[in-house]
């Protein structure tokens, strides 16, 4: 499944690396890709491995704000 998801307060290369390592250690991720300038997480995976809950926690988990 593709999702895209709005998150609020990335801001640097660094939170990019952030959410992207930490989005992408979960298994059943297939890609996860941020784009900052339109704060959005675009991510693949497998529904039967890991939830879009899952994947929203581990972006708020690095301090961030998914709002959709």
Do not use: P, R, W
């Not at 997480?41 to 709002?67: H, L, M, P, R």
């Amino acid at each position: 499944m593709d999702k895209t998801l709005k998150v609020e307060g990335m801001t640097c290369g660094h939170c990019v690396s952030a959410v992207e390592g930490s989005v992408g250690s979960l298994s059943g991720v297939e890609s996860v890709k941020v784009n900052l300038d339109q704060g959005q997480v675009n991510v693949s995976y497998d529904t039967a491995q890991v939830s879009e809950e899952a994947i929203k926690e581990a972006i708020d988990d690095q301090g961030f704000d998914v709002v959709s």
